[in-house]
């Protein structure tokens, strides 16, 4: 049975680029909210949604740490993907042509020497799909967008410059939600582990409660706080580790956060994916 995929943005959007490489042969469902994306799986209109998690360069997606705990979806798979911005134009049209160029404002600070040295106009947009969208149908050669190979297929542009990112490590990180649970079998460093949790009002909570992991030689890989309902004193973490629930030093780790803890839960039991 082909599973249908959903994710954030326009077609051509970096997440649809993940999406299409996770599961090339799969259909795909655009929402225009990470609430949309998430709710499109716990309605049955997706299967799965795949949405970013964090950026290399700019960190957590704070808006997805706060809806994965209470969306009652699970974490199957997670996948890394190194993020090309290309020069987009009209076909037929080259640099020479090209007078401003527009994307979104991430996107734009990340070709910031590009834009410099070729004496570019920027102009802000509301996303990189749908900026090679707009440039599609403006039809001027001498307006590009910044955006991704994906999005040059979709809206009939061509590629004029390729890679032109300051930071050649710029990498996000998806992560692949379902509904139903699909825990992968222990496999020591090759399984990841997702989880939230409040610690207790004591002193030396917090600390007490990672000294589990440390003594039992579990790899925190990921540790985050965010406030919840607006206050400045509810904390809740979330985490990554390495290793399987079933894993004996793993038990014995969330065994300790117990003691400590009034609110744990597992989001997701997955492959860990090579970045």
């Known amino acids: 049975m082909t599973k249908t995929i959903a994710f954030q943005g326009e077609l051509g959007a970096f997440s649809h680029a993940a999406a299409k490489a996770l599961f090339p042969d799969s259909p795909t469902l655009a929402c225009v909210t990470f609430e949309q994306t998430i709710a499109a799986v716990q309605d049955g209109d997706a299967d799965l949604a795949v949405v970013?998690?964090?950026?290399?360069?700019y960190g957590r997606?704070?808006?997805i740490h706060h809806i994965l705990p209470q969306s009652g979806l699970f974490i199957?798979?997670?996948y890394f993907l190194p993020i090309r911005m290309n020069l987009l134009g009209l076909p037929g049209a080259t640099m020479a042509d090209i007078k401003s160029v527009q994307s979104l404002s991430v996107a734009l600070g990340q070709c910031r020497k590009f834009i410099r040295q070729n004496n570019l106009k920027s102009i802000n947009s509301v996303d990189t799909a749908g900026s090679a969208r707009e440039v599609a149908e403006l039809g001027d050669?001498?307006?590009a967008a910044i955006a991704s190979t994906v999005a040059a297929d979709i809206y009939g542009l061509e590629v004029i410059a390729e890679n032109i990112e300051d930071a050649s490590h710029n990498t996000t990180r998806f992560l692949v939600m379902s509904g139903e649970k699909a825990e992968t079998s222990p496999d020591g460093d090759n399984v990841k582990t997702t989880f939230v949790f409040r610690v207790r009002n004591v002193p030396a909570a917090l600390y007490k409660a990672m000294g589990g992991f440390a003594t039992n030689s579990v790899n925190m890989?990921?540790?985050e706080s965010y406030m919840i309902d607006g206050s400045f004193t509810a904390t809740q973490f979330y985490a990554d580790i390495g290793g399987h629930p079933d894993d004996k030093n793993v038990q014995l780790a969330f065994e300790e956060l117990g003691f400590f803890t009034d609110y744990f839960k597992v989001l997701g039991v997955y492959p860990a994916a090579k970045k």
């Open 61 to 63: 997606i704070s808006d």
């Open 141 to 143: 050669k001498s307006r």
């Open 52 to 57: 970013p998690v964090e950026n290399s360069l």
């Open 76 to 78: 199957v798979g997670e």
């Open 221 to 223: 890989l990921k540790l």
